[in-house]
């Protein structure tokens, strides 16, 4: 099982990186994650917009996180390597955490704090989304047939009809963080840019196939 995981060393160590952080700080420096580790929507905390990339709200949220994070980070290393991998990690934290807090904290009149992990991650599950959306690697020489493309139109639909639900889930961040692969893109190679933009097209033509294919299952 370890060899599995370490095939894809920088998804394998962020994820340990993640495992080990919430317990370390919530158990010897508490005191520290109101002052560093939370964005408040509407404030200009850029030490917080950062660390809170890394951090999460409970157990349970730093669980069902590195899940998506092992499927979904494995995937993006596979098309893109490392220093990529981290680039849209990182520009996914930021963007996800600013976008928050500008929506929520200058239109919306919210002030609920945001940890941003999540909004990371769902930077990563875009971009799994658009650049391997039927494979999966289950080994640096193996692709197997995968519907990656599922997972990540599931993780959007759930946040777009979730936005105003109150839920504790930091629905505007994840969507943040799904945008922000087109942000990113402009920092790649021409190459790249236009797989992402192909990838886009293909995926949205899709999806809207398949809403009016269940739409007419429905009415029918």
Request: aromatic share 20%.
């Amino acid at each position: 099982m370890s060899s599995f995981l370490w095939q894809y060393p920088v998804t394998a160590g962020f994820a340990l990186f993640l495992f080990l952080l919430y317990p370390i700080v919530s158990i010897f420096f508490p005191s520290s994650i109101v002052k560093y580790f939370l964005a408040v929507p509407g404030q200009f905390e850029p030490v917080n917009w950062i660390l809170c990339t890394f951090f999460h709200g409970s157990f349970e949220h730093l669980l069902s996180n590195l899940i998506f994070l092992l499927v979904l980070g494995r995937v993006v290393e596979e098309r893109l390597g490392a220093s990529k991998w981290l680039l849209f990690y990182f520009m996914a934290g930021l963007i996800s955490v600013i976008g928050d807090s500008f929506v929520r904290g200058f239109i919306l009149g919210d002030r609920t704090p945001i940890v941003g992990a999540s909004g990371a991650i769902s930077g990563l599950g875009a971009v799994a989304t658009l650049l391997s959306p039927f494979r999966f690697p289950l080994s640096r020489q193996k692709l197997i047939p995968f519907p990656v493309f599922l997972i990540g139109w599931l993780m959007i639909y759930s946040d777009f009809t979730n936005l105003f639900v109150k839920d504790n889930v930091a629905h505007w961040a994840h969507l943040g963080g799904f945008f922000s692969v087109f942000l990113t893109a402009y920092l790649l190679g021409e190459e790249e840019r236009k797989s992402i933009r192909t990838a886009f097209l293909l995926n949205f033509s899709f999806f809207t196939l398949t809403l009016v294919l269940l739409f007419f299952i429905n009415n029918r």
